[in-house]
Antibody, heavy 119, light 110 residues
Framework: EVQLVESGGGLVKPGGSLRLSCVAS????????MNWVRQAPGKGLEWVSS????????MYADSLKGRFTISRDNAKNSLSLQMNSLRAEDTAVYYC????????????WGQGVLVTVSS | QSVLTQPPSVSAAPGQKVTVSCSGG????????VSWYQHFPGTAPKLIIY???KRPSGIPDRFSGSRSGTSATLVITGLQTGDEADYYC???????????FGGGTKLTVL
């Protein structure tokens, strides 16, 4: 059974940093592109970042302006998101999602982890 | 403001049919596959339609999708109370070089 479990969320002050993790199981993690998607309170889904299976190709939403860094450790079946210079508008539930083999959709998602940026 | 436009809400009675629209442009829906996701708040979103109209294994045929030009549509027939959820369309935007979603549509089964 495919499982994606996020962790690392919490309350952080504006300007602070937080590192999210997503541990995968039930599939060959090193074969899949992985993604982060977020949902702010009362808002829709927003794509954050993607990383290819080997980590050689990464993409970020323009709105992040270099504050977030995605990484992965295929030996540990783990995906991470380092978030710096956090702002109130980064408050959201962050989801880890797996690319399907087709590459045009995301077939498994984690339950999400809440990040709250507030003083 | 989402790149893809969805109605904020739709509703219908149990057993009836509902249509959720998703409008975009030539850089996204017009030239890339559309997928649809069902999301119950507090849970993991679930893929229900991929490549415009295909259903993953286990998704009932009450759910169907289509694409025409720069718009996509999700149709749910034989509505059940358990279908009450938020529904999102998503696709790649070639101009933005970004994955984009609609703002989501809340389905209420009256």
């Amino acid at each position: 059974e495919v499982q994606l479990v996020e962790s690392g969320g919490g309350l952080v002050k504006p300007g602070g940093s937080l590192r999210l993790s997503c541990v995968a199981s039930g599939f060959v993690f090193s074969s899949y592109t992985m993604n982060w998607v977020r949902q702010a309170p009362g808002k829709g889904l927003e794509w954050v970042s993607s990383m290819s299976s080997t980590g050689s190709f990464v993409m970020y939403a323009d709105s992040l302006k270099g504050r977030f860094t995605i990484s992965r450790d295929n030996a540990k079946n783990s995906l991470s998101l380092q978030m710096n210079s956090l702002r109130a508008e980064d408050t959201a539930v962050y989801y880890c999602a797996r690319d399907s083999v087709r590459g045009y959709d995301w077939d498994y998602w984690g339950q999400g982890v809440l990040v709250t940026v507030s003083s | 403001q989402s790149v893809l436009t969805q109605p904020p809400s739709v509703s219908a009675a149990p057993g009836q049919k509902v249509t959720v629209s998703c409008s975009g442009g030539s850089s996204n829906i017009g030239n890339n596959y559309v997928s649809w996701y069902q999301h119950f708040p507090g849970t993991a979103p679930k893929l229900i339609i991929y490549e415009n109209y295909k259903r993953p294994s286990g998704i009932p045929d009450r759910f169907s999708g289509s694409r025409s030009g720069t718009s996509a549509t999700l149709v749910i027939t034989g509505l059940q109370t358990g279908d009450e959820a938020d529904y999102y369309c998503g696709t790649w935007d070639s101009s933005l070089s970004a994955w984009v979603f609609g703002g989501g549509t809340k389905l209420t089964v009256l």
